[in-house]
DNA sequence: AGCGAAATTTGAATCGATCCAACAAAAATG
DNA sequence: CATTTTTGTTGGATCGATTCAAATTTCGCT
């Protein structure tokens, strides 16, 4: 009975090891660790006795109290764990992230969570170097949470702005602006805007005042590109029907329905992210009306699905693999520094813009 | 502020916090993670003190050492990281390991490494209550280090074998059968197998002798599901060339390649996976080959991408999702008995088959 | 044999928490 | 007021390793 549950105790212990082959911790410590400053007797003495008992070799969670480096990077987001591989903006980050990461050795954790509760518990009880934190939705709770951790940590600015983290975001304004001119100068004149979140959980057309009262600053500055630029074509930008929306179908097609059920439609449509403007082109080409040739429609972010969709999307890239490598590599060479970096964003013209139809 | 010397000084440990409040660390202790047992009073007023000292709460590496649990689970691969998130399959695999891990809260920690070096160690090294393992290639040097840390592990069978340890893997000789069928019934007589490989890292053509001794028997059994079935058909498979890849465009390309260097080209091609698949059918198209009125193509696995591709795929699919999930379960709550599933498959007909051509 | 240098080994201290039996104080009960 | 109960607090033990100064052994050489 007793040995029976001695069977079951407890795992092996370096120490129990070390007692068994008759030397000090510090010897069976070395054996593993450092294998190449103990006496090769000696070595094979303990090696030995550690097989003969089925030691599982040092415990990692016994190392890391001692060592303090956990050797991996958290990736934290308010969505669910599945987001990582499901989100094609998110798939390409990670591997720029992945990229950095197996550059060095480390390795990733994945933290998210299903409520809010939760995610704090997650957040506090990760075992990592640090965070590179996706800002989507809620990300200023995300952001205070793991500001609470005291380790080093970086924002990728998808929409969320706060000068006194680490972040590396893009020129949002001037990527606003080159998808406005380029539909500018093929002579649209009357758009429509598919908009992320300006601030708290809401959908629905936009105003003035709540453009200028948002919290989410890479949304505000996205918008205020469309709108100098246009501007400067002297378009009248008040009267640009704007829809928030929460990227993703649902909320897309409820302000393609809203800004459609209007008098005038618009020929072009400026979307904020290329999932957005992907789901625009299916609801347009459901609807009969045929991209580019009724409406034009360009994305923003530059993710590879865009390319393949059908017709190809017009939109502007971001380097995503880049700004996930700096991102973990922000964290993994990190020196106490804030650090606050804006990327370049690039036009790329496929076919889902054309001239604007004649009416 | 204070950032200055906050960044000199060590952290503030739970000990710290003790002793300026005045109280003993077992309290203290409980006022981070048992609050409601202490008196309010106090509760506040230790607190205050961490919050001016500026604590960053309980360290997760000093309260895991005590707990035991991690409540993370790890995904091995001897790919590199970048793999989960850019590989078709495994992409879907992790959103069905990821939904396990969201629906108790756990987290995910990805493991791999570029050499077998860090691979060893980073396995050694994971702070995981478990392992899912990718078993790729190197599949059973994967199994053994994992073996070796004495924690739960399941196999995801990806051609690899061992009696002894839990995996979930697929019928695969059901689904070569199926594949095989499908293409023996719409009249295909002239065949060539692109297939995953046998055993150690090569590429090539295969001969019988290495089909009987092969390591990973997921492939050998795909093609003894093949063979059978065409057989069944009167069909002589001692003459159907099989090669050997990994499973990436290079060695996919030389394959076909080869395969239609010879005098007879084949009629349809049964690919082991549907990423070869879709390799074979960009190459056939661009070849000047119709799919499917040249060339059918079939491919194994059943990932989203097939659906999209044109011509869409036609495919065994496995119930992807589903074998993550139940994977992740196995680790979630183990019980210490070692678990084989297999999990059954689907014929999916698309258009990348049809008819043989009359010849 | 004797001596110093080099190679090994030792064992206590440490990493940062949680747990728990024992104790103390306050509240409820007779 | 004495006696239970209830509630709150204490401090030592523990989780499983690594580290390092000091002690010991081994070795080379005269």
Chains 1, 2 share one sequence.
């Not at 990733?108 to 990760?126: D, F, G, P, R």
């Not at 075992?127 to 990728?156: K, M």
């Not at 609807?287 to 994305?299: A, E, F, I, M, Y």
């Amino acid at each position: 009975m007793a040995s029976l549950l001695e069977g079951q105790a407890r795992p092996i212990r370096l120490a129990d090891i070390a007692k068994a082959a008759g030397v000090s911790h510090g010897t069976a410590s070395n054996v593993f660790s450092r294998p190449e400053i103990v006496r090769a007797e000696v070595r094979e003495r303990v090696k030995a006795v550690a097989e003969q008992m089925g030691y599982a070799g040092p415990d990692p969670k016994g190392r890391l109290l001692r060592a303090g480096k956990v050797n991996a990077i958290g990736v934290g987001t308010t969505e669910p764990l599945s987001y990582f591989f499901e989100d094609p903006f998110a798939r390409v980050m990670m591997a720029g992230i992945s990229e950095a990461c197996d550059a060095t050795g480390a390795g990733i954790a994945l933290v998210s969570a299903a409520n809010q509760e939760k995610l704090a518990w997650n957040i506090q009880s990760a075992l990592v170097d640090g965070f590179v934190l996706f800002c989507i939705e809620g990300g200023s709770r995300l952001v205070e949470l793991t500001r609470e951790r005291r380790l080093p940590f970086v924002a990728l600015e998808l929409g969320f702005h706060d000068e006194t983290i680490s972040a590396i975001g893009v020129d949002n304004i001037a990527g606003g602006r080159l998808a406005a001119r380029h539909l500018a100068e093929l002579g649209h004149r009357r758009f429509a805007v598919l908009s992320l979140t300006l601030g708290e959980d809401r959908t629905g057309f936009v105003t003035p005042e709540m453009v200028r009262s948002a919290v989410y600053t890479g949304t505000r500055d996205r918008l205020a590109g469309y709108f100098e630029e246009l501007s400067s074509f002297g378009i009248d930008t008040t009267r640009i029907p704007i829809f928030e929306t929460e990227n993703e179908e649902k909320s897309t097609r409820a302000g393609l329905e809203a800004i459609f059920a209007g008098g005038k439609p618009p020929s072009a449509i400026l979307a904020m992210s290329d999932r957005m403007a992907m789901i625009a082109i299916d609801w347009l080409t459901t609807r009969g009306l045929k991209v580019p040739q009724d409406v034009s429609v360009v994305g923003f972010d530059g993710v590879p699905d865009g390319a393949l969709c059908d017709p190809p999307l017009t939109t502007i890239a971001q380097p995503i693999t880049e700004i996930g490598r700096r991102a973990a590599r922000m964290i993994l060479d990190h020196d106490g520094a804030v650090r606050r970096e804006t990327m370049g964003v690039e036009l790329i013209v496929r076919a889902s813009t054309g001239p604007a139809p004649k009416a």
